[in-house]
């Protein structure tokens, strides 16, 4: 019996031994050189629920800065079970940018994405895809197809929501995002297919930065099964078109044209898959970001009345009342722009430059070891060296500015290097069109409408707008 009970201390001593060794090592990673300062947190959950915490979207978090305070502008953590640093230097935010190509997204983000993701894999198909999408996305694809069609969703998705009384401004907008890319993408849909794609939506979790756990009741396995839908319909369509010869999107048209000119690039498995996450990122980006502008813009009446200035003149300036939107519109819209770059630099409160470091990198006495998903977070936005006032909403200081201008050395809502977003104009257009189209009615936003960030934007109360009774076109304000 002592025997069976000795045997069972040194059993219980050399777990207790490995265990304690083993959260050492947690603790204190061994690189090739000295990591920056700061706390791995408890093994595999790290700092993840204090990382996690929502926050005032116009702050940056708690979190960062409290470890800012302590450890300085560049501290290590983990999160989601991976090794991170996160940075508040923007000349390293930028050098990482241009050095390293992957990203740095969670296990449960690679995931969503799926394994033969051409978005990260090598630099190579990355590079591929981006001519793509930029043929797809740039300014004079836009000039010349999406004008009309942006145009033209926002105007009967509003005139909708007007006769409703009210419309919720994040759903609206993923809805003309969604509709839009679907029509240059795939052409034209069987009713069903195109009502089952918009509905896919609804299926996706709003927290995409979640553990890897992919068993039942967890956020990753509903992402899974999410993607699993979507990424059957999207097949479905692809394979039936291309049996029956029916006419694909521009943008199907760009990938399969190469394809049959000569070496596939990119086979009909990779287009499925780049199409899916195409879909994806755009639809979990501008949406959020155009219900936060709408809340900032209706809680400031003197941005409200320049606004209702400007559209009204271009409104006047139609010689059919119902006449569409063109590019010189949209070009002409100085305000607009300056309160969406505003509104991009203000409510840039996540990193904007998201990578993994494929080899040691040395930032002078630390060493940022290859492997680790480097956070850069835009903190330059809130530099009263560079901006006065920098947590005031003030769309004037973009006056002397380049509006046309997606990067600089003081602004980075898009990111930096080759994962600068190359759909940056797309978005800023539909942001555009949309706020025209709402400045064409009597509105307000709920009082108790709050903008939080759980990194990604959240919307508590929704992000409902309400219209006054007139329904009719009308270029007044409400205050």
């Known amino acids: 019996m002592v025997e069976v009970y000795e045997l069972l201390t040194v059993v219980v001593s050399l777990i207790m031994v490995k265990l304690f060794h083993w959260i050492y090592q947690w603790r204190n990673p061994t690189t090739n050189g000295k990591l920056p300062p700061g706390s791995m947190g408890y093994p595999i959950i790290g700092e993840t629920f204090e990382f996690m915490k929502p926050h005032d979207v116009l702050q940056l978090p708690i979190f960062v800065k409290e470890r800012v305070l302590r450890y300085g502008p560049v501290f290590r953590t983990s999160l989601f079970g991976a090794k991170a640093i996160i940075s508040m230097d923007l000349e390293l935010n930028v050098e990482i940018a241009k050095a390293n190509h992957v990203p740095g997204v969670t296990k449960s983000i690679a995931r969503l994405f799926g394994k033969n993701n051409l978005f990260i894999q090598s630099k190579q198909s990355h590079k591929h895809v981006r001519n793509l999408t930029f043929q797809l996305l740039g300014p004079q694809c836009l000039k010349l197809r999406m004008v009309e069609d942006v145009d033209l969703l926002a105007r009967t998705y509003m005139e909708e929501g007007a006769r409703n009384g009210c419309l919720d401004v994040k759903e609206t907008s993923s809805k003309i995002l969604i509709e839009c890319l679907a ?54 369509t692809v394979l039936k078109k291309r049996a029956s010869g029916e006419e694909f999107g521009e943008f199907f048209k760009i990938i399969f044209g190469e394809m049959e000119g000569g070496a596939e690039k990119m086979s009909v498995e990779n287009a499925i898959e780049y199409i899916y996450t195409f879909f994806l990122v755009a639809n979990e980006t501008t949406p959020g970001i155009l219900a936060a502008t709408v809340k900032l813009i209706s809680d400031h009446p003197n941005v409200m009345e320049e606004l209702n200035k400007e559209h009204e003149g271009i409104v006047r300036g139609k010689t059919e009342k119902e006449a569409g939107l063109t590019w010189e519109d949209y070009k002409s819209m100085t305000f607009t722009q300056m309160v969406i770059n ?73 990111g930096a290097g080759s994962r600068l977003c190359v759909g940056a104009e797309f978005a800023k257009l539909q942001m555009a069109i949309f706020i025209h189209h709402l400045f064409r009615y009597r509105w307000s936003m709920k009082k108790e409408t709050t903008v939080l960030r759980r990194f990604m934007l959240t919307f508590p109360c929704g992000s409902d707008v309400q219209f006054s009774d007139n329904t009719d076109v009308d270029n007044s304000v409400s205050h």
């Open 342 to 414: 505003e509104s991009l630099r203000i409510t840039s409160t996540a990193p904007t430059v998201l990578r993994i470091t494929d080899h040691d990198f040395q930032v002078g006495d630390y060493t940022i070891p290859a492997g680790w998903i480097f956070m850069g977070y835009p903190n330059v936005h809130f530099s009263p060296e560079k901006y006065d006032d920098p947590l005031v909403f003030n769309p004037w200081r973009w006056k002397r500015e380049d509006l046309s201008s997606i990067l600089s050395k003081t602004y980075i809502p898009f």
């Open 183 to 236: 029509k240059k993408v795939m052409g034209e849909m069987e009713p069903e297919a195109a009502k089952e794609l918009a509905l896919c939506w609804r299926y996706f979790p709003r927290d995409w930065f979640q553990f890897s756990w992919n068993v039942p009741g967890t956020g990753v396995y509903r992402m899974m099964k999410a993607r699993k839908r979507m990424m059957k319909l999207i097949k479905e």
